[in-house]
C-alpha cells in the first residue's frame, strides 16, 4: 500500500462525474467530496479491499483501476455479484452494518480514497442533496445486482456476456472512461465466468461468437463495440436498470431549502443521460 497526494482537482475525479450525472452538484458540495477523496492509498492487483465477515473500517471510494465484489462458499466457489469501477463506494452501508457480506478484490492496480464512517452521518445531516446522490448511487448498484439475477437465471451465454459488456460500457461512458465504443476490460476469463455464471471454455466460445459476428473487436485488454443497438439487442438490455436520469423535481422540492443554502440550482425536469 502506498499513499498518493490528493492532485486531480474534484471536477475531474469519477465520485464527481458520476454524481454529477445525476445532481447539479453546488460549490460547496463539490468542496466536501474533494475533503471526502483527500486521503488517497495505491494497492496492487489481487489485494482485498474487504474481506467477507470482517468489520467494516473506513469507507473507500475508488478513483482509479477495477474490482470485484464476490461472495463465496465454505468450499472456495465464488460468484462475482458486480464490478468495482472507479466512481463507485466500497463499505457506504458500514454505520448500518458491522461486518461485511461480502468481498471485494482489486483486478488491476488501484487508487481509492478513504474517510472514516462517522463523516456518513455528517454528511447526511450537513449535505442532504449530496446524501441523496449518494444513495442514488447505492440504489442504483442494487439494481445493477437484481439485473445480474436476472441474466444468471434466465438469459442465455450470448445474451449474458452481450448485457455485461454493453452495461460496462454504459457505465464507464459516466466517468469519461469509454468512448466511441472502446473501452479497456481487465478482465480474464476466469473472472469473466464467476461473473456469469459459465465455464471459461463457454466465455471463450460465446465471445468468439461476438466478434465473428463483427459485433465487438478484442486487442488484447481492450474492447471495441462496433455496433452498440446490435449488441444491446442480442443482450436484451433495457438500461431503465440503471437509472441514467437526472434527479426528480420531487427530490429538489424535498431539499429545496438545503440547495438554496448550498448554493445549488434545481435542475428541473426527470431526463435521461445523454
Same mark, same amino acid.
Given at each position: 500500500?502506498?499513499? /498518493? !497526494?490528493?492532485?486531480? /482537482?474534484?471536477?475531474? +475525479?469519477?465520485?464527481?462525474? #458520476?454524481?454529477?450525472?445525476?445532481?447539479?452538484?453546488?460549490?460547496? &458540495? #463539490?468542496?466536501?467530496?474533494?475533503?471526502?477523496?483527500?486521503?488517497?492509498?495505491?494497492?496492487?492487483?489481487?489485494?482485498?479491499?474487504?474481506?467477507?465477515?470482517?468489520?467494516?473500517?473506513?469507507?473507500?471510494?475508488?478513483?482509479?483501476?477495477?474490482?470485484?465484489?464476490? #461472495?463465496?462458499?465454505?468450499?472456495?466457489?465464488?460468484?462475482?455479484?458486480?464490478?468495482?469501477?472507479?466512481?463507485?463506494?466500497?463499505?457506504?452501508?458500514? +454505520?448500518?452494518?458491522?461486518?461485511?457480506?461480502?468481498?471485494?478484490?482489486?483486478?488491476?492496480?488501484?487508487?481509492?480514497?478513504?474517510?472514516?464512517?462517522?463523516?456518513?452521518?455528517?454528511?447526511?445531516?450537513?449535505? !442532504?442533496?449530496?446524501?441523496?446522490?449518494?444513495?442514488?448511487?447505492?440504489?442504483?448498484?442494487?439494481?445493477?445486482?437484481?439485473?445480474?439475477?436476472?441474466?444468471?437465471?434466465?438469459?442465455?451465454?450470448?445474451?449474458? +456476456?452481450?448485457?455485461?459488456?454493453?452495461?460496462?460500457?454504459?457505465?464507464?461512458?459516466?466517468?469519461?472512461?469509454?468512448?466511441?465504443?472502446?473501452?479497456?476490460?481487465?478482465?480474464?476469463?476466469?473472472?469473466?465466468?464467476?461473473?456469469?455464471?459459465?465455464?471459461?471454455?463457454?466465455?471463450?466460445?460465446?465471445?468468439?461468437?461476438?466478434?465473428?459476428?463483427?459485433?465487438?473487436?478484442?486487442?488484447?485488454?481492450?474492447? +471495441?463495440?462496433?455496433?452498440?443497438?446490435?449488441?444491446?439487442?442480442?443482450?436484451?438490455?433495457? &438500461?431503465?436498470?440503471?437509472?441514467?436520469?437526472?434527479?426528480?423535481?420531487?427530490? &429538489?422540492?424535498?431539499?429545496?431549502?438545503? *440547495? *438554496?443554502?448550498?448554493?445549488?440550482?434545481?435542475?428541473?425536469?426527470?431526463?435521461? #443521460?445523454?
Amino acid at each position: 500500500m502506498t499513499r /498518493a !497526494p490528493a492532485s486531480r /482537482a474534484i471536477e475531474h +475525479t469519477p465520485l464527481w462525474l #458520476k454524481l454529477s450525472s445525476y445532481l447539479v452538484l453546488s460549490d460547496e &458540495e #463539490k468542496s466536501y467530496l474533494s475533503d471526502l477523496e483527500r486521503t488517497i492509498v495505491r494497492e496492487p492487483p489481487r489485494t482485498d479491499l474487504l474481506q467477507q465477515g470482517e468489520r467494516y473500517r473506513d469507507v473507500r471510494i475508488m478513483r482509479d483501476g477495477w474490482a470485484i465484489r464476490h #461472495k463465496a462458499l465454505p468450499d472456495g466457489r465464488r460468484q462475482v455479484v458486480n464490478f468495482v469501477l472507479p466512481g463507485d463506494l466500497i463499505g457506504m452501508y458500514c +454505520t448500518l452494518f458491522e461486518s461485511a457480506d461480502h468481498s471485494v478484490t482489486t483486478l488491476t492496480a488501484v487508487e481509492v480514497a478513504s474517510f472514516p464512517p462517522e463523516r456518513i452521518g455528517e454528511l447526511f445531516r450537513s449535505f !442532504p442533496r449530496l446524501a441523496a446522490a449518494l444513495a442514488w448511487s447505492g440504489a442504483r448498484e442494487e439494481a445493477i445486482v437484481a439485473e445480474r439475477l436476472l441474466s444468471l437465471g434466465r438469459r442465455t451465454a450470448l445474451e449474458r +456476456t452481450a448485457h455485461l459488456i454493453v452495461e460496462l460500457l454504459r457505465r464507464l461512458s459516466i466517468v469519461n472512461m469509454a468512448a466511441d465504443g472502446h473501452f479497456v476490460l481487465p478482465v480474464t476469463q476466469e473472472i469473466l465466468a464467476d461473473a456469469l455464471g459459465l465455464s471459461i471454455v463457454h466465455i471463450n466460445r460465446t465471445l468468439r461468437r461476438l466478434r465473428d459476428s463483427g459485433l465487438i473487436e478484442l486487442n488484447g485488454q481492450r474492447i +471495441t463495440v462496433n455496433d452498440v443497438r446490435q449488441l444491446a439487442s442480442v443482450g436484451q438490455f433495457d &438500461e431503465l436498470y440503471l437509472h441514467l436520469i437526472r434527479a426528480p423535481r420531487r427530490l &429538489e422540492r424535498a431539499f429545496s431549502g438545503a *440547495h *438554496h443554502h448550498n448554493g445549488a440550482r434545481p435542475d428541473g425536469e426527470d431526463r435521461p #443521460k445523454a
